[in-house]
Antibody, heavy 122, light 109 residues
């Protein structure tokens, strides 16, 4: 079955870049019917979808308007994983970050990573 | 962007009772692209219902979803001790952005 394993630092300084990786097992990041998202959760903002990457003969990305100027999601086919980079972070970006998978163009999330608490603090 | 409002914020019930949770959308959710999730402390959300009324794999039949347009419900017919958790609705339209409700906490009375 599909499993998503997250990794990355738990503490990031303000103004720096938050970077997380999600390693995939049981599927391919290049699967033509899957999409790979990042979602975060904080007490102040609740569950917030941040963006996704997916492959349909070429790579596509969609990003939430709230982070569009600061976010990059990339796939690494050689390692079968995808990553999140969020630039210029502030304490408001402190949250639990999840990677998640959708299938067949349908945007509900049957598969989630374990979650990563990222704290933005000096 | 579609805003989802869940009610009540907290629901206090006893095991064996019936729970009804509500999710209202700020505009019509296309093709009933509405999902429900359960989340327990320290865990990722778990998909319960998709397409407003279809149970996800492995979800017991005491969980049921209904509704269309802007008004949706999640019903748990007879509460088991493991059902006490936070529940979220999510709309996933035909394309992003995907949005979630703020959650309903189901607690033991």
């Amino acid at each position: 079955q599909v499993q998503l394993q997250q990794s990355g630092p738990g503490l990031v300084k303000p103004s720096q870049t938050l970077s997380l990786t999600c390693a995939i097992s049981g599927d391919s990041v290049s699967n033509n019917s899957a999409a790979w998202s990042w979602i975060r959760q904080s007490p102040s903002r609740g569950l917030e979808w941040l963006g996704r990457t997916y492959y349909r003969s070429k790579w596509y990305n969609d990003y939430a308007a709230s982070v569009k100027s600061r976010i990059t999601i990339n796939a690494d086919t050689s390692k079968n994983q995808f990553s999140l980079q969020l630039n210029s972070v502030t304490p408001e970006d402190t949250a639990v970050y999840y990677c998640a998978r959708t299938v067949a163009g349908i945007g509900n999330f049957p598969h989630w990573g374990q979650g990563s608490l990222v704290t933005v603090s000096s | 962007e579609i805003v989802l409002t869940q009610s009540p914020g907290t629901l206090s019930l006893s095991p064996g009772e019936r729970a009804t949770l509500s999710c209202r959308a700020s505009q019509s959710v296309s093709s009933s692209y509405l999902a429900w999730y359960q989340q327990k402390p320290g865990q990722a959300p778990r998909l319960l219902i998709y397409g407003a009324s279809s149970r996800a794999t492995g979800i017991p039949d005491r969980f049921s979803g209904g509704g269309s347009g802007t008004d949706f419900t999640l019903t748990i017919s007879r509460l088991e001790p493991e059902d006490f958790a936070v529940y979220y609705c999510q709309q996933y339209g035909s394309s992003p952005p995907y949005t979630f409700g703020q959650g309903t906490k189901l607690e033991i009375k």
